[in-house]
């Protein structure tokens, strides 16, 4: 692997024909926040039973005429003030022409030529999964555009041995389609993209951004070349509906074309599928451009015009980003990129963060939050929201080390029983008996006890001050760990003659 001057990430791919690079682009759908479609009042609820939340106009039954939702308008201006991105003051919603069962009126509203939002930028990590996070060299990842559109119904193909039915619940749910510029050169720079897209999409709580529910989905263009080389034929991926799944069927694709070429063979331009069991793509149909979908703007809907004062009063009412909180922690708590990257990932869990280090050291929250908190929520597979641990029990634990009522060890018990038990953390020190031991005198004594009964290891810290350590676990193991640590080691060393 080598890197790419470009982007300085590792990103070439082996052929036997020497390095070739991968040229990627993604056209995300988020589902908008909102409870009525785009053009119709029907509900956007998620799980209904089939065709229960279908208003005459998502059925495109005659003579019913589209009207827009200006809720959805603004959650749009607001991903795209949230994107860095032009937001046009005038856009035209059109006709995208195309036939499938579960789009009933044989076409889809979009926009085209003249869309809701134009060029803005998403910047990530230009080599993620290095596992530095020291927030060095950033890739921007320029953004094509953002347009409204309407969703298809949903073909059901297990309900009947026979027939195919449909469900139409989903036709007409506003999506923003996001379209990202072919920036992205790695299967784990367009992960990252799609995540660090989903952390502001719920930031601005426009998207919900849940893809199990298919409120995210990509298609991934994917094409490849030699570096720096002309643009290879790219092939679309439909409907990828997990960031692993985006990163796997990247590189399957990429190395399926790699072959081709290498056999001699061309690259067709096609839209494909990912089959995730067998970790390949595999052929759907040949790739339409834009003039085969007849494109033409919808007679029944004027041009969107919205105003300055409109964009300028959803831009101040805009949520401090994940960027910028990101920097405010490293600034103002003193935090690694690291941490602070893991703290802003998703708005809920910043949002505890700064409850339980509000009044206390940034950098010891930050370490609980992260290591004890969030480790124990990935082990039980809970949500930040659902922490049997509230903010205001672990900034009490934090206060009691801080106090130097108990020590870091004790801490974690405590931790464990506030997280099984429940309780305030300041009763359960005082009823469990598991105060730090302060008393210079019975620390002493520990320690008297541990010099004793190994000799030999006196010497050893005589001769290297490091086996210090092996004696500060002794007493630390002798005394339940209540031993104030400080006070343990000041006392070894005034004992070991090492001070």
């Known amino acids: 692997m080598q890197s790419d001057a ?31 479609k785009l053009f119709s009042a029907a509900a956007t609820e998620f799980g209904g039973e089939p065709n229960t939340h279908v208003s005459l106009v998502d059925a495109a039954m005659p003579g019913m005429l589209p009207v827009i939702n200006e809720a959805c308008v603004a959650q749009a201006v607001r991903t795209g003030l949230g994107l860095n991105a032009q937001v046009n003051l005038v856009s035209v919603f059109d006709r995208k022409n195309y036939f499938y069962p579960d789009l009933p009126q044989g076409y889809q509203i979009s926009q ?51 027939y195919s039915y449909v469900d139409l ?50 298609d991934v263009n994917v094409s490849v070349r030699k570096p720096g080389g002309k643009l290879g034929t790219r092939c679309e991926i439909k409907n990828v509906n997990s960031i692993r799944f985006i990163g796997q069927a990247i590189e399957a694709e990429a190395r399926r074309q790699i072959d081709i070429i290498e056999d001699g063979g061309t690259v067709e331009q096609e839209t494909r599928l990912f089959d995730s069991a067998r970790g390949v793509t595999r052929s759907m149909r040949s790739k339409e451009e834009a003039h085969d979908y007849r494109y033409f703007p919808d007679p029944d809907l004027l041009p969107l015009e919205l105003t ?17 909180k990101k920097a405010r922690f490293v600034r103002d708590y003193k935090l690694s990129p690291y941490d602070a990257g893991v703290l802003v990932a998703e708005r809920e869990s910043a949002e505890y963060f700064e409850a339980v280090a509000k009044g206390r050291d940034g950098k010891t929250a930050a370490n609980w939050v992260v290591n004890e908190l969030f480790g124990r929520l990935n082990k039980e597979g809970l949500e930040v929201e659902a922490s049997p641990v509230s903010t205001r029990q672990l900034g009490a634990i934090l206060d009691l080390i801080a106090s130097g009522a108990i020590s870091g060890k004790i801490a974690k018990e405590v931790f464990e029983i506030v997280w099984k038990e429940g309780g305030e953390p300041a009763d359960i020190v005082e009823k469990r008996g598991l105060e730090q ?31 210090l350590g092996w004696f500060v676990g002794q007493v630390m193991k002798s005394t339940g760990g209540k031993a104030n640590p400080q006070a343990v080691n000041e006392l070894l060393k005034k004992k070991l003659s090492l001070a």
């Open 6 to 36: 470009r982007s300085g990430a590792t990103n070439l791919i082996k052929g036997a024909s020497g390095d070739w690079e991968v040229v990627i682009g993604l056209e995300v759908h988020a589902q908008v926040a909102s409870k009525s």
């Open 112 to 162: 085209y030529k003249r869309p809701i939002v134009g060029e803005g930028v998403v910047e990530i990590d230009a080599d993620p999964g290095s596992g530095s996070g020291a927030g060095g060299e950033r890739l921007e990842v320029g953004i094509e555009r953002l347009h409204l559109e309407q969703d298809a119904g949903k073909s059901l193909h297990d309900q009947h041995p026979e």
């Open 169 to 218: 619940n989903r036709a007409g749910v506003a999506l923003m389609e996001i379209v990202s510029k072919p920036d992205l050169r790695s299967a784990r720079q367009a992960q990252a993209y799609v995540s660090k897209l989903r952390t502001i999409l719920r930031y601005l709580g426009t998207c919900e951004g849940d893809m199990e529910k298919g409120n995210l989905r990509a």
């Open 308 to 324: 300055q004062e409109y964009v300028a009063a959803l831009r101040k009412d805009l949520p401090e980003l994940p960027d910028a």
């Open 437 to 467: 031991v302060t008393d210079t005198g019975a620390i002493e004594k520990a320690i008297d006890t541990v010099i004793a009964a190994n000799p030999g290891k006196v010497a050893d810290a005589k001769a290297n001050p490091k086996a």
